[in-house]
T-cell receptor, first 110, second 112 residues
Framework: NAGVTQTPKFQVLKTGQSMTLQCAQDMNHEYMSWYRQDPGMGLRLIHYSVGAGITDQGEVPNGYNVSRSTTEDFPLRLLSAAPSQTSVYFC?????????FGPGTRLTVL | GNSVTQMEGPVTLSEEAFLTINCTYTATGYPSLFWYVQYPGEGLQLLLKATKADDKGSNKGFEATYRKETTSFHLEKGSVQVSDSAVYFCALSGYSGYALNFGKGTSLLVTP
């Protein structure tokens, strides 16, 4: 049982590049979410999904897209990376109001 | 909207000292409340939770009581250890009852 996995662990992009952060969970949780963590800001919700085929925006959705084609996977896409998107990104799945977090992806945009 | 305010750090304590990290919240309805801990270089782990007023969550010597009258969920531990050094986040259930609203985090450093 791997829990929540994220890839890659580290990534450096140039401004304007696109990429996808991968997230997968093997706990059969319906609910998944993406957060970004910035110094002094705590974690802020980017997008979330209550099940396959259903997604919604969180607090800071601009510049990010998500899709949920399966229960297991919830990728986060950066369409045109900007330096303001330099952050640590956490994916989480949820059951009974408890969130299970992945190890994070540290993204730097130059 | 929902929000969480927690005391700013860093907090530096000597081993075996008493710990309090204050957390207050603003929310509609009756949210569940959580404390998460993040050790260096790792993701967040659930430390404890409380789902209704007057509930006390506890784990690993840490405790927090859901106080609806003061909208608070303060984290306490009677005797901290060096291994408790981490960042602590207070959170409440927000979006659709599942995703969380987090405080900004409080860094704790415990020295021998």
């Amino acid at each position: 049982n791997a829990g929540v996995t994220q890839t890659p662990k580290f990534q450096v992009l140039k401004t304007g590049q696109s990429m996808t952060l991968q997230c997968a969970q093997d706990m059969n949780h319906e609910y998944m979410s993406w957060y970004r963590q910035d110094p002094g800001m705590g974690l802020r919700l980017i997008h979330y999904s209550v099940g396959a085929g259903i997604t919604d925006q969180g607090e800071v959705p601009n510049g990010y897209n998500v899709s949920r084609s399966t229960t297991e996977d919830f990728p986060l896409r950066l369409l045109s990376a900007a330096p303001s998107q330099t952050s640590v990104y956490f994916c989480a799945s949820s059951w009974a109001h408890e969130q299970f977090f992945g190890p994070g992806t540290r993204l730097t945009v130059l | 909207g929902n929000s969480v305010t927690q005391m700013e750090g860093p907090v530096t304590l000597s081993e075996e000292a008493f710990l309090t990290i204050n957390c207050t919240y603003t929310a509609t309805g009756y949210p569940s409340l959580f404390w998460y801990v993040q050790y260096p270089g790792e993701g967040l782990q659930l430390l404890l939770k409380a789902t209704k007023a007057d509930d006390k969550g506890s784990n690993k010597g840490f405790e927090a009581t859901y106080r609806k009258e003061t909208t608070s969920f303060h984290l306490e531990k009677g005797s901290v250890q060096v291994s408790d050094s981490a960042v602590y986040f207070c959170a409440l259930s927000g979006y659709s009852g599942y995703a969380l609203n987090f405080g900004k985090g409080t860094s704790l450093l415990v020295t021998p």
